[in-house]
């Protein structure tokens, strides 16, 4: 069994391809090596700033002679289908096909012969397959070439057995071939020249020594290992921020830790604005105090080993990080002159949408939304979310914003709070935006949660109107966001708040409903059962509307919910089939059976017990008691199994009767129907 060794050598990979693409590539060899029948025992996939790099063991040195069979078209079919068939399996007559009987026909069968031959013969043509058709979120061409890459390609090795594969990758034009090798490159910057390979064990460690550490989870463990001992060192915590440390990873090599300070003058600026200037815009790992709150040093990562132990580039960074945050405090004293209030009248020329208006005509439909969205929260002050309303968005125009756009919102809290404006109407315009994404925080207040509803069903039900609506690739203004976040504004607060007075869309609901589905799948909620309490339709108490679900889903689990099911199943498999036979079925076995016709004990029974549930269930429904409503229907399990046991239902000489039994089992599925659509329940 033998190794095969592949890297390619480039430009600089962003950092945010470079895991996608390892795994792609790994993935489109991988599938070229079954497809040429060659099993391997392991696949690993590897990316530095320069490179991808795979190694597969256990392959075989010589592949296999395989057969492949291919189904055509049935014997007797048109010519121009057999041609096709004939010519898709490179067959030149009907002669060199088989028939067979399938037990639904004859059809020809091509039996396509692969001879093998060394393994080696066949791994080229699989490298250059995988690297066309690499799925790379953006590539370039280069020089006068037509390939496209993520970036300009520099070298290619390639190795099977430790020997170099016959091969080349032709970038087109009048470009030179880069053809596989042996040889490669360390660091840009601590190795000189080129270097031969022969195997993985030998690159990884030839790499090491030329400063490259090929692993981007030994980068990142050497990031941290070392970030941590600097600010312990400190007195400091370092920030866990993992997709920082993923990136970072993704932009150096040979990775080195070095602490760095903040100039003291710009401590008083917001610690997010802080935040947003180190990590965001210098890929800085910020540090915190004992207490939580910000500390006046960074962790910056080096992609170089400094003569003079890091202190040049400290100073570097330092210098850089102190220009960037001048700016910041200039805008953070020179924004406080001015109050939001002052500020409104210059939304008023900037556009939110060509066709939905202006910011300051935005600001009006959210404060009338969140006004009506008020009086349905539970200690929402209506003059505090009217003010907060008004305000939310008036940062927007201030001098900090414009520089750092991450901060909208927090940074109208902050002038808020410095205007002494009440603590609530502060917090719900630094709020308005929340929830961003699945992990952050949900706003709680009922200020907070009046006015960052009213503007994400403001955005929705806006660019619904104009028809902008989300599809399969394309959400620009984030509507799934947006909607994901009502949801868990509501669900997460439960808030008694009937979304349909909010819009008159229909298939914004559907809209939601998706979206909820999605997120109630995620938290362990069976689909099916799922489907089945949406199914029943024109619910838009989201609190409500879980709380069924969660009652179903919880009777179901249990011997009695089982049972009842397939009872149910049962019922409505019958009733189905009969009205498939009868179209005006339907109609006529609606409402409740005739007791004067019940003639069998067992139907009775069934009858009895059904009144017994409608009696049971309607209030329980109106006291959103579910468990309750779901629990009454045990009692029908008894009856209904005696029921099939004893009594027939298509009596053919007795049309009454039979009509009878049939609304009978017809109110079975009514019956159970008004709490969820047990037809939508997988058995």
């Known amino acids: 069994m033998a190794e095969f060794l592949l890297e390619l050598l480039s430009e600089e990979i962003p950092a945010r391809m470079q895991t996608r693409a390892a795994d792609d590539l790994k993935r489109l ?93 066949v791994l080229p043509g699989i490298v250059e397959a995988a690297m066309k058709a690499l799925p790379w979120p953006k590539s370039m061409k280069w020089g006068s070439g037509s390939m496209q890459w993520v970036r300009p390609l520099q070298g290619i090795v390639a190795l099977f057995d430790g020997k170099v594969l016959a091969g080349e990758i032709a970038p087109g034009g009048q470009m030179t071939p880069v053809k596989f090798g042996d040889t490669t490159r360390g660091h840009r910057f601590l190795s000189k020249g080129e270097f031969p ?24 463990k050497i990031i941290l290992d070392g970030a941590r001992k600097l600010t312990g060192e400190a007195q400091v915590a370092l920030k866990n921020d993992e997709g920082l440390l993923e990136e970072v990873a993704g932009l150096v090599e040979w990775p080195v830790p070095m602490l760095g300070t903040i100039d003291a003058q710009f401590m008083d600026v917001p610690p997010e604005v802080l935040t ?23 962790v910056v990562v080096a992609n170089n080993v400094a003569r003079d132990g890091g202190k040049t580039i400290v100073e570097g960074n330092e210098r850089v990080l102190r220009s960037r945050l001048s700016d910041a405090k200039f805008f953070w004293d020179q924004d406080r002159k001015v109050t939001l209030e002052e500020r409104l009248p210059i939304l008023k020329d900037i556009i939110f949408h060509a ?8 600001v009006e439909r959210i404060v009338k939304l969140a ?36 901060v909208q919102g927090i940074m109208g809290r902050y002038y808020a709070l410095g205007e002494k404006l009440p603590a609530a109407v502060a917090d719900a315009i630094g709020d308005h935006y929340a929830p961003a994404g ?85 938290k362990g909620m069976r689909h099916d059962v799922v489907d089945a309490v949406f199914a029943l339709g024109n619910e838009d108490d989201l609190v409500r509307l879980l709380a069924r679900v969660e009652a179903l889903q919880s009777f179901l689990g249990t011997e009695a919910g089982r049972n009842l099911l397939t009872a149910y199943g049962r019922a409505a498999n019958i009733v189905r089939a009969e009205e498939k036979k009868d179209k005006g079925l339907a109609a006529r076995i609606a409402g409740a059976p005739d007791v004067a016709l019940l003639e069998q004990g067992e139907e009775k029974a069934v009858a009895t017990a059904l009144e017994e549930v409608e009696r049971t269930v309607s209030p329980a429904l109106e006291k959103e008691d579910f ?4 629990q009454a229907f045990a009692g029908l399990r008894a009856p209904i199994d005696a029921f099939f046991d004893k009594v027939t239902v298509n009596v053919a000489d007795k049309p009454d009767l039979r009509l009878n039994r049939l609304k009978l089992l017809n109110q079975i599925r009514a019956t159970m129907d008004s709490v969820a659509d047990f037809s939508k329940i997988e058995g």
Not at 208 to 213: D, I, L, N, P, T
Request: charged share 25%; aromatic share 8%.
């Open 276 to 298: 947003v200037s180190m990590r965001t815009h210098q890929r800085y790992f910020v540090t915190t105090r004992s207490d939580g709150t910000l500390a006046n040093r960074f």
């Open 627 to 630: 468990a309750g409503a779901m």
């Open 355 to 362: 066709s939905l208006g202006t910011q300051a005509e935005r």
């Open 29 to 121: 060899v991988a599938d070229g090596l079954k497809g040429a029948g060659l099993s391997f025992t392991e696949a690993r996939a590897f990316a530095t700033p320069r490179r991808l790099a795979l190694v597969f063991d256990g392959l075989p040195a010589a592949r296999p002679d395989v057969s492949e069979e291919r189904r055509g078209p049935r014997v007797g079919a048109p010519d121009q289908a057999v041609q096709g068939f004939l010519k898709g399996a490179g067959l030149a007559s009907l002669d060199q096909a088989e028939k067979r009987d399938t037990g639904k026909g004859e059809f020809w069968f091509a039996v396509l012969k692969k001879k093998g031959g060394p393994t080696a013969d």
């Open 197 to 220: 390979v022969v195997g993985f064990a030998d690159y990884v460690a030839r790499l090491r020594a030329a400063h490259v550490v090929l692993d981007p989870a030994e980068r990142k």
């Open 371 to 406: 006004g009506e969205i008020a009086k349905l929260v539970p200690g929402a002050d209506a003059a505090q979310v009217a003010q907060a309303a008004r305000l939310c968005k008036a940062d927007l125009v201030s001098g900090m914003v414009g520089e750092f756009p991450e």
């Open 438 to 522: 699945p992990n952050d925080r949900c706003p709680s207040a009922p200020v907070s949660i009046a006015v960052a509803l009213a503007d994400k069903l403001d955005a929705l039900v806006s660019f619904w109107s104009i028809g902008e609506k989300p599809t399969g690739s394309r959400d620009p203004y984030a509507l799934r966001r947006a909607a994901l976040g009502i949801i868990r504004i509501i669900t997460e607060n439960k808030l008694r708040l009937p979304l349909g007075r909010f819009f008159e869309q229909a298939d914004l609901l559907d809209f939601f409903a998706e979206r909820l589905k999605v997120q109630v799948r995620e």
